[in-house]
């Protein structure tokens, strides 16, 4: 299945990219709901929590906390939210992903 995230990733579509490597893409919102908002985006596709299986996905889930843990230190911030939607009626885009929100000023 192709999301708009797999055409970010490809870029398909334009978009914000904060960070970037071989695992993960993290971009801004289009539609934030805090002054920070950054979507973590694993690249292997995972369309929600249920579908986490493989050792190897397992391990995309603990890395993307280090992603955040990243961004904090990027941003110098302590105050942050997470959502990690995988509430299947309410998933906009089936592919798992963290939102990383905070009010703090950047």
């Known amino acids: 299945m192709t999301t708009i995230f797999h055409r970010i990733i490809a870029r398909e579509i334009p978009a914000h990219i904060i960070y970037e ?4 893409i993290v971009i801004k919102d289009i539609n934030p709901k805090m002054r ?3 979507l973590i985006i694993p690249k292997a596709t995972i369309p929600n929590f249920h579908s986490i299986t493989s050792d190897s996905d397992k391990a995309i889930i603990r890395w993307l906390w280090d992603i955040a843990r990243k961004l904090c230190d990027h ?11 995988s509430w299947i009626p309410h998933q906009e885009v ?3 992903h963290l939102h990383f929100l905070s009010q703090s000023a950047i």
């Open 94 to 96: 089936m592919q798992i």
């Open 21 to 24: 490597d071989d695992t993960y």
């Open 36 to 38: 920070i908002h950054r």
């Open 75 to 85: 941003y110098g911030i302590t105050d942050v939210k997470f959502e990690l939607n």
